[in-house]
Protein backbone atom coordinates (compact mmCIF):
# COMPACT_ATOMS: atom_id res chain seq x y z
CA UNK A 1 0.00 0.00 0.00
CA UNK A 2 1.15 3.20 -0.81
CA UNK A 3 2.69 5.62 2.19
CA UNK A 4 -0.43 8.17 2.95
CA UNK A 5 1.31 9.30 6.33
CA UNK A 6 1.96 13.02 6.99
CA UNK A 7 5.48 14.40 6.66
CA UNK A 8 6.15 16.63 10.02
CA UNK A 9 7.14 20.17 8.41
CA UNK A 10 10.48 21.78 9.17
CA UNK A 11 11.12 24.97 9.12
CA UNK A 12 11.82 25.44 5.88
CA UNK A 13 8.50 23.54 4.85
CA UNK A 14 6.06 24.88 7.60
CA UNK A 15 3.17 26.56 5.61
CA UNK A 16 2.81 30.12 7.07
CA UNK A 17 0.64 32.08 4.88
CA UNK A 18 -2.62 30.64 4.30
CA UNK A 19 -1.27 27.38 6.40
CA UNK A 20 -5.03 25.83 5.83
CA UNK A 21 -4.07 25.02 2.72
CA UNK A 22 -0.75 22.84 4.00
CA UNK A 23 -0.74 19.41 2.99
CA UNK A 24 2.45 16.91 4.68
CA UNK A 25 0.84 13.87 3.39
CA UNK A 26 3.06 11.77 1.17
CA UNK A 27 -0.39 11.04 -1.34
CA UNK A 28 -0.58 14.21 -2.17
CA UNK A 29 3.14 15.06 -2.69
CA UNK A 30 2.73 12.43 -5.06
CA UNK A 31 0.13 13.04 -7.18
CA UNK A 32 1.46 16.14 -7.89
CA UNK A 33 4.75 15.19 -8.70
CA UNK A 34 3.58 12.06 -11.21
CA UNK A 35 1.26 14.50 -12.97
CA UNK A 36 4.10 16.80 -13.88
CA UNK A 37 6.56 16.98 -16.52
CA UNK A 38 8.42 19.67 -15.64
CA UNK A 39 9.47 21.13 -12.65
CA UNK A 40 11.73 24.49 -11.68
CA UNK A 41 15.47 23.71 -9.68
CA UNK A 42 16.31 26.79 -7.41
CA UNK A 43 19.99 26.96 -6.23
CA UNK A 44 22.76 29.50 -5.79
CA UNK A 45 25.89 29.99 -6.93
CA UNK A 46 29.08 32.14 -6.89
CA UNK A 47 27.24 34.27 -10.05
CA UNK A 48 23.88 34.51 -7.54
CA UNK A 49 20.36 32.62 -7.77
CA UNK A 50 18.97 31.05 -10.16
CA UNK A 51 15.98 28.52 -11.36
CA UNK A 52 16.00 26.35 -14.10
CA UNK A 53 12.91 24.44 -15.79
CA UNK A 54 13.76 20.82 -15.58
CA UNK A 55 12.03 17.37 -16.94
CA UNK A 56 11.45 14.89 -14.06
CA UNK A 57 10.08 12.06 -12.75
CA UNK A 58 9.50 10.29 -9.92
CA UNK A 59 10.52 6.73 -8.51
CA UNK A 60 9.17 5.83 -4.71
CA UNK A 61 10.69 8.60 -2.49
CA UNK A 62 12.60 10.36 -4.82
CA UNK A 63 12.73 13.35 -7.70
CA UNK A 64 14.72 12.59 -10.79
CA UNK A 65 16.31 14.78 -13.29
CA UNK A 66 18.88 14.38 -16.27
CA UNK A 67 20.97 16.10 -18.05
CA UNK A 68 24.58 16.72 -19.71
CA UNK A 69 27.80 15.67 -17.77
CA UNK A 70 29.00 19.34 -18.94
CA UNK A 71 25.93 21.05 -17.79
CA UNK A 72 26.49 24.10 -14.93
CA UNK A 73 23.85 22.43 -13.18
CA UNK A 74 24.63 19.08 -12.92
CA UNK A 75 28.44 20.10 -12.00
CA UNK A 76 27.60 21.80 -9.04
CA UNK A 77 24.50 19.65 -7.72
CA UNK A 78 27.30 17.19 -7.35
CA UNK A 79 28.81 19.28 -4.93
CA UNK A 80 26.19 19.16 -2.33
CA UNK A 81 24.82 22.61 -3.20
CA UNK A 82 21.00 22.85 -1.32
CA UNK A 83 18.55 23.04 -3.60
CA UNK A 84 14.39 23.45 -4.07
CA UNK A 85 12.08 22.10 -6.32
CA UNK A 86 8.98 23.01 -7.16
CA UNK A 87 5.97 22.09 -9.13
CA UNK A 88 2.86 23.64 -9.59
CA UNK A 89 -0.48 22.99 -11.31
CA UNK A 90 -2.58 26.08 -12.30
CA UNK A 91 -6.47 24.63 -12.01
CA UNK A 92 -8.29 28.08 -12.14
CA UNK A 93 -8.39 31.78 -11.83
CA UNK A 94 -10.74 32.62 -8.92
CA UNK A 95 -13.29 35.71 -9.55
CA UNK A 96 -14.38 37.54 -6.40
CA UNK A 97 -16.42 40.97 -5.96
CA UNK A 98 -13.58 42.62 -4.45
CA UNK A 99 -10.22 42.78 -6.34
CA UNK A 100 -7.76 42.16 -3.52
CA UNK A 101 -9.67 38.86 -2.94
CA UNK A 102 -9.51 37.12 -6.14
CA UNK A 103 -7.12 33.76 -6.36
CA UNK A 104 -5.96 31.09 -8.02
CA UNK A 105 -7.49 27.74 -7.41
CA UNK A 106 -3.45 25.35 -7.84
CA UNK A 107 -1.70 22.19 -6.53
CA UNK A 108 1.69 23.04 -5.86
CA UNK A 109 4.43 21.21 -3.93
CA UNK A 110 8.43 22.13 -2.79
CA UNK A 111 11.06 19.75 -1.70
CA UNK A 112 14.34 21.19 -0.63
CA UNK A 113 17.84 19.41 -0.15
CA UNK A 114 20.55 18.17 -2.04
CA UNK A 115 20.66 15.60 -4.55
CA UNK A 116 22.64 12.55 -5.14
CA UNK A 117 24.29 11.28 -8.23
CA UNK A 118 22.50 7.93 -9.31
CA UNK A 119 24.76 5.32 -10.64
CA UNK A 120 22.48 2.63 -12.50
CA UNK A 121 21.30 5.07 -15.22
CA UNK A 122 19.88 2.85 -17.53
CA UNK A 123 16.84 1.56 -15.54
CA UNK A 124 16.32 5.25 -14.17
CA UNK A 125 15.89 6.22 -17.47
CA UNK A 126 14.09 3.40 -18.69
CA UNK A 127 11.38 4.65 -15.73
CA UNK A 128 11.34 8.33 -17.18
CA UNK A 129 10.58 6.92 -20.64
CA UNK A 130 7.86 4.92 -18.76
CA UNK A 131 6.32 8.19 -17.42
CA UNK A 132 6.79 10.00 -21.07
CA UNK A 133 4.67 7.17 -22.59
CA UNK A 134 3.97 4.20 -21.04
CA UNK A 135 5.56 1.14 -23.43
CA UNK A 136 7.71 3.24 -25.50
CA UNK A 137 11.30 2.41 -23.54
CA UNK A 138 11.12 -1.11 -25.57
CA UNK A 139 10.14 0.21 -28.73
CA UNK A 140 12.50 3.22 -29.44
CA UNK A 141 16.22 2.98 -29.89
CA UNK A 142 17.96 2.03 -26.60
CA UNK A 143 20.66 4.61 -25.90
CA UNK A 144 24.36 3.70 -26.53
CA UNK A 145 27.44 3.59 -24.01
CA UNK A 146 28.34 6.92 -25.26
CA UNK A 147 25.18 8.61 -24.84
CA UNK A 148 24.71 7.03 -20.97
CA UNK A 149 28.43 8.02 -20.53
CA UNK A 150 27.71 11.60 -21.36
CA UNK A 151 24.65 11.71 -19.11
CA UNK A 152 24.26 12.19 -15.38
CA UNK A 153 21.19 11.41 -13.87
CA UNK A 154 20.34 12.92 -10.03
CA UNK A 155 17.88 12.62 -7.30
CA UNK A 156 16.47 14.18 -4.49
CA UNK A 157 14.46 12.55 -1.39
CA UNK A 158 11.35 13.76 -0.70
CA UNK A 159 12.11 14.18 3.18
CA UNK A 160 11.63 17.24 3.62
CA UNK A 161 8.50 18.68 1.25
CA UNK A 162 5.08 20.50 1.77
CA UNK A 163 2.13 21.20 -0.67
CA UNK A 164 0.06 23.33 -0.76
CA UNK A 165 -3.35 23.12 -2.26
CA UNK A 166 -5.74 26.06 -3.35
CA UNK A 167 -9.70 24.66 -5.11
CA UNK A 168 -13.14 26.17 -4.43
CA UNK A 169 -14.73 29.50 -4.98
CA UNK A 170 -14.16 32.90 -4.53
CA UNK A 171 -14.07 34.27 -0.21
CA UNK A 172 -15.52 37.42 -0.14
CA UNK A 173 -15.66 40.07 2.87
CA UNK A 174 -19.35 40.45 4.31
CA UNK A 175 -19.58 44.31 3.18
CA UNK A 176 -18.72 43.61 -0.54
CA UNK A 177 -21.38 40.88 -1.25
CA UNK A 178 -23.54 42.99 -2.79
CA UNK A 179 -21.25 44.02 -5.31
CA UNK A 180 -22.52 43.96 -8.70
CA UNK A 181 -19.49 42.22 -9.88
CA UNK A 182 -19.56 38.65 -11.40
CA UNK A 183 -17.88 36.43 -8.87
CA UNK A 184 -17.09 32.91 -9.93
CA UNK A 185 -13.91 30.40 -11.36
CA UNK A 186 -12.18 30.43 -14.51
CA UNK A 187 -11.51 26.81 -14.34
CA UNK A 188 -8.09 24.96 -16.50
CA UNK A 189 -7.90 22.11 -17.68
CA UNK A 190 -4.63 20.08 -19.27
CA UNK A 191 -5.84 18.84 -22.35
CA UNK A 192 -4.41 15.86 -24.54
CA UNK A 193 -5.20 16.86 -28.16
CA UNK A 194 -4.67 14.62 -30.88
CA UNK A 195 -0.81 12.76 -32.26
CA UNK A 196 0.71 14.63 -35.04
CA UNK A 197 2.75 12.09 -36.74
CA UNK A 198 6.29 12.46 -38.25
CA UNK A 199 5.08 12.77 -42.23
CA UNK A 200 7.86 9.79 -42.89
CA UNK A 201 6.71 7.47 -40.19
CA UNK A 202 4.95 4.50 -41.32
CA UNK A 203 4.90 2.90 -38.71
CA UNK A 204 1.02 1.78 -37.11
CA UNK A 205 0.54 3.99 -33.97
CA UNK A 206 0.93 2.26 -30.53
CA UNK A 207 -1.56 1.73 -27.63
CA UNK A 208 -0.10 4.65 -25.65
CA UNK A 209 -0.79 6.74 -28.60
CA UNK A 210 -4.11 5.80 -29.34
CA UNK A 211 -5.01 6.22 -26.20
CA UNK A 212 -3.80 9.74 -25.96
CA UNK A 213 -6.15 11.86 -26.36
CA UNK A 214 -8.58 9.96 -23.59
CA UNK A 215 -5.50 10.77 -21.07
CA UNK A 216 -3.83 8.00 -21.73
Known amino acids: MPDTAAQAPTDRTRVRRIAENAHYDRATLHAIIDAAYLCHLAFADEKGTHCIPMA ?34 LDGLVLARSAFNHSMNYRSAMVYGVFERVEDKRAALDAFMQHLAPGRQHEARPGSDKEFAATTVMRISLDEAACKVRSGGPVDDEEDMAHPAWAGVLPFVVMHTPPVVDPVCGIAPPAYVQGWTRGG
Open 56 to 89: CWREGEYLYIHGSNGGRLLKLLQKGTQACVTITH
